[in-house]
Structures are given as structure tokens and as C-alpha cells.
């Protein structure tokens, strides 16, 4: 009798196994990375001047806040960040090419910074109208200073 369990045991095991590797064998051939994520051929550089417009005592300036985020269209995962110098307002930051959305994220509140005419999107790839040999893309920022969201005397206890 203790021969039996330990077979009917064995055989269980082998066949809950062989489940599992069949859903793992059929669960990774439908997880096909995107184009976008796959590791880049050609590095390239997006470098640029950021500008802050509407600041309420110095007009345009550079900002103060100072990370830009990057994040590769088609890839959520891929999000790269670059600080921008705050005496010059430069940033520069290597990239795989691709096409990239810029953003300037606020660490305090849900603000849109960049002005209205700020392109979004910045394209790297060889087909990119901004293309040149160097694998340099200039792109200058610019923000506009959103409206003050402090409370009003009503709001206040």
C-alpha cells in the first residue's frame, strides 16, 4: 500500500507539473515585447534650453523645479529623467532613438508647465525631420508658469 501512494503521489506531481510548464510555454508566447522596448540600435542626443514664462517677479527665467522626464512612445516602462542646470537652464540626456514625449512633472500638484505651443514630442529616429548625422537632436523647452492655485480667503476655516 505505501508503494501505491507514493506512486499515485509521483504521478500527481508530474502531471500538476507538467500543467504548469504547459501554461508557462503557452502564457510566454502571447508576452511579445513591444518594438518600441527592445534594446536600441543607435544611441542618440537630445539636448536643449528650458525656459519658464509667466514667473510672477521674474518674468521668463529658468525654472526651479529642474527634471525633465522622457518617456519612450509605445514603451510605459521606459521613462528616463534629466535634470536641467539651473544657472544655465541646459540639459542634455542620451537616449535610444525613438520618439519621445517630454513632460515636467510638478511634485506637489497636478499642473500642466509646458506652454501651449510647446511641442510634445521630440522623434530621434532616422526618419525624424529634426535627423542629423551626429545623433544630436536639439530641443529647446519651454514652460509657462500655470495659474496660482492658492486658496482664497472664502476657502479658508
Same mark, same amino acid.
Given at each position: 500500500?505505501?508503494?501505491?501512494?507514493?506512486?499515485?503521489?509521483?504521478?500527481?506531481?508530474?502531471?500538476?507539473?507538467?500543467?504548469?510548464?504547459?501554461?508557462?510555454?503557452?502564457?510566454?508566447?502571447?508576452? &511579445?515585447?513591444? /518594438?518600441?522596448? +527592445?534594446?536600441?540600435? *543607435?544611441? !542618440?542626443?537630445?539636448? @536643449?534650453? %528650458?525656459?519658464?514664462?509667466?514667473?510672477?517677479?521674474?518674468?521668463? &527665467?529658468?525654472? /526651479?523645479?529642474? +527634471?525633465?522626464?522622457? *518617456?519612450? !512612445?509605445?514603451?510605459? @516602462?521606459? %521613462?528616463?529623467?534629466?535634470?536641467?542646470?539651473?544657472?544655465?537652464?541646459?540639459?542634455?540626456?542620451?537616449?535610444?532613438?525613438?520618439?519621445?514625449? !517630454?513632460?515636467?512633472?510638478?511634485? %506637489?500638484?497636478?499642473?500642466?508647465?509646458?506652454?501651449?505651443?510647446?511641442?510634445?514630442?521630440?522623434?530621434?529616429?532616422?526618419?525624424?525631420?529634426?535627423?542629423?548625422?551626429?545623433?544630436?537632436?536639439?530641443?529647446?523647452?519651454?514652460?509657462?508658469?500655470?495659474?496660482?492655485?492658492?486658496?482664497?480667503?472664502?476657502?479658508?476655516?
Amino acid at each position: 500500500m505505501e508503494i501505491r501512494s507514493k506512486r499515485k503521489l509521483f504521478f500527481a506531481t508530474g502531471v500538476f507539473l507538467a500543467i504548469i510548464g504547459a501554461g508557462l510555454a503557452v502564457g510566454a508566447s502571447f508576452v &511579445t515585447p513591444s /518594438v518600441s522596448c +527592445e534594446t536600441p540600435v *543607435r544611441m !542618440v542626443t537630445i539636448r @536643449g534650453t %528650458v525656459t519658464q514664462r509667466g514667473h510672477p517677479t521674474l518674468g521668463t &527665467t529658468y525654472p /526651479v523645479h529642474s +527634471e525633465l522626464l522622457f *518617456r519612450k !512612445v509605445g514603451c510605459d @516602462g521606459c %521613462v528616463i529623467g534629466t535634470y536641467i542646470n539651473g544657472d544655465t537652464g541646459q540639459y542634455k540626456i542620451r537616449v535610444g532613438e525613438g520618439r519621445y514625449e !517630454v513632460s515636467y512633472p510638478d511634485p %506637489v500638484a497636478p499642473v500642466e508647465w509646458l506652454a501651449k505651443d510647446q511641442p510634445r514630442f521630440v522623434d530621434t529616429t532616422r526618419n525624424g525631420t529634426e535627423q542629423d548625422d551626429t545623433g544630436v537632436y536639439d530641443f529647446d523647452i519651454v514652460l509657462q508658469t500655470p495659474p496660482s492655485s492658492t486658496p482664497s480667503g472664502d476657502d479658508q476655516f
